[in-house]
């Protein structure tokens, strides 16, 4: 049997999302000698881990393997993109750190308790460093908050489980632009107007009394402008 299969990147199902799970033929898992609930080891630009599962019948026969923006993001591919899948060697998670990814400058402070409840809205899921992932219930403005996977032991792919130790880093890790580049249209997008959002309530938080007072012709310009920008903001939060 064959110790890799090359396979076309596609679009997982909306259920996917966010879950760390690879979708692929039974002739691809016949032919790695894994099961379905199993992690695979795949290998784009960077590698990540996912658990496996089945496509539907109608992808059965196509080469694909169905994962999803964040799974795309850790490899470092697009659609259509080709990646290596083999069978994973897993260990079970002694530790995981993770920090949050938001703008810089900006600070999160997480209740008691959040490590218990991050482990459990990870179990079971495969993760190795540099890794993105989405923790269920945790959201940051009305969107999901993204981590990274900072440090691992033992280093390697491992998977989380009831024993590991979950340490969560309150320093964010800032998010960069060839991540950027990585998502979908749509989640760039977002992750822009979020990061827009953020720094245009900030400048015009620091000028607003400034601008009231702001005489003449000059004057009016900037407050025409800084409302422009305050109905674009307005717009944006209304798509969501």
């Known amino acids: 049997m064959p110790e890799r299969v090359v396979l076309k990147v596609a679009e997982a199902p909306q259920s996917d999302v966010g879950l760390g799970r690879a979708r692929v033929d039974t002739k691809t898992r016949l032919a790695l000698g894994i099961d379905v609930g199993e992690v695979v080891e795949i290998t784009g630009k960077k590698a990540t881990a996912a658990k496996l599962f089945r496509v539907m019948q109608e992808d059965e026969g196509k080469g694909i393997i169905r994962v999803d923006g964040l799974v795309r993001r850790n490899l470092g591919v697009s659609i259509g993109d080709k990646v290596e899948v083999r069978k994973a060697e897993v260990l079970p998670a002694e530790r995981v750190t993770i920090a949050p990814i938001i703008s810089e400058g900006h600070k999160i402070s997480f209740g008691q308790g959040i490590e218990n409840f991050v ?19 945790i959201a940051l403005m009305g969107g999901a908050l993204p981590f990274m996977v900072i440090k691992v032991v033992p280093k390697g792919i491992v998977q989380i489980v009831d024993d590991s130790i979950i340490e969560m880093k309150e320093e964010p890790v800032r998010e960069s632009l060839s991540s950027l580049e990585e998502l979908s249209p749509k989640e ?31 004057g009016e310009k900037a407050r025409q402008l800084a409302a422009a920008i305050r109905s674009l903001l307005m717009d944006t939060e209304s798509e969501k």
Do not use: Q, W
């Open 119 to 137: 482990k459990r809205g990870l179990l079971k899921r495969p993760v190795t460093k540099g890794d993105v992932v989405i923790v269920p219930g």
């Open 188 to 218: 760039a997008y977002s992750h822009f107007v979020r990061a827009l959002k953020k720094a245009s309530e900030s400048v015009l938080d620091e000028f607003s009394e400034v601008l009231a007072k702001l005489p003449g012709e000059d």
